[in-house]
T-cell receptor, first 114, second 113 residues
């Protein structure tokens, strides 16, 4: 069973517009969420995170929103730039016991069009 | 200030051979995580180690896979008697403490022929 779901395998956005990447999770024990960006043949690069005690975290062009009641989070990138074209992974973990690793979604391939 | 270093970047093994993947964490990091990414899939957690200790191996296949992080030297992920289904990208991540964010290496792409 997939506990972290990214239902859009790909997303195409025009340069300068807003990119919105979505992520849903099923495990209510998750209390920390992260977004990673990955270029081909490279490892994931950490982008931004959010704790379950918050509903928004902002860092430059990147903002993550968390809706705990809906078990949904989203990453907003504005304005979108060509270098943002990559695969974006949503990840989650819970702090109290259990597995220490992150649970990742399958990723969304973001394509920024000029 | 080197990041997480993984080698080799690419590894080809015949079925039945052994594969050894190495990971040198960032300086000052004593926590290492291994993940596997199959084609068209997200990363799947395999094992979490601190120096000389396996803390959580809940994601490791029960047979043929082992990991270590000795007092000196890199962390090693070892796959014995590889099969075609082991072909994947294997990523290592390190962090300075358990609950802090992890930094990923560039991965080792294992191909079993």
């Amino acid at each position: 069973d997939q506990q972290v779901k990214q239902n859009s395998p790909s997303l195409s956005v025009q340069e300068g517009r807003i990119s919105i990447l979505n992520c849903d999770y099923t495990n209510s024990m998750f209390d920390y969420f992260l977004w990673y960006k990955k270029y081909p043949a490279e490892g994931p690069t950490f982008l931004i995170s959010i704790s379950s005690i918050k509903d928004k975290n902002e860092d430059g062009r990147f903002t993550v929103f968390l809706n705990k009641s809906a078990k949904h989070l989203s990453l907003h990138i504005v304005p979108s730039q060509p270098g943002d074209s990559a695969v974006y992974f949503c990840a989650a973990r819970y702090s109290g016991g259990g597995a220490d690793g992150l649970t990742f979604g399958k990723g969304t391939h973001l394509i920024i069009q000029p | 200030n080197a990041g997480v270093m993984q080698n080799p970047r690419h590894l080809v093994r015949r079925r039945g051979q052994e594969a050894r993947l190495r990971c040198s964490p960032m300086k000052g990091h004593s926590h290492v995580y291994w993940y596997r990414q199959l084609p068209e899939e997200g990363l799947k957690f395999m094992v979490y180690l601190q120096k000389e200790n396996i803390i959580d191996e809940s994601g490791m296949p029960k047979e043929r896979f082992s990991a270590e992080f000795p007092k000196e030297g890199p962390s090693i992920l070892r796959i014995q008697q590889v099969v075609r289904g082991d072909s994947a990208a294997y990523f290592c991540a390190s962090s300075p403490a358990r609950d802090l964010g992890a930094f990923f290496g560039q991965g080792t792409r294992l191909t079993v022929v």
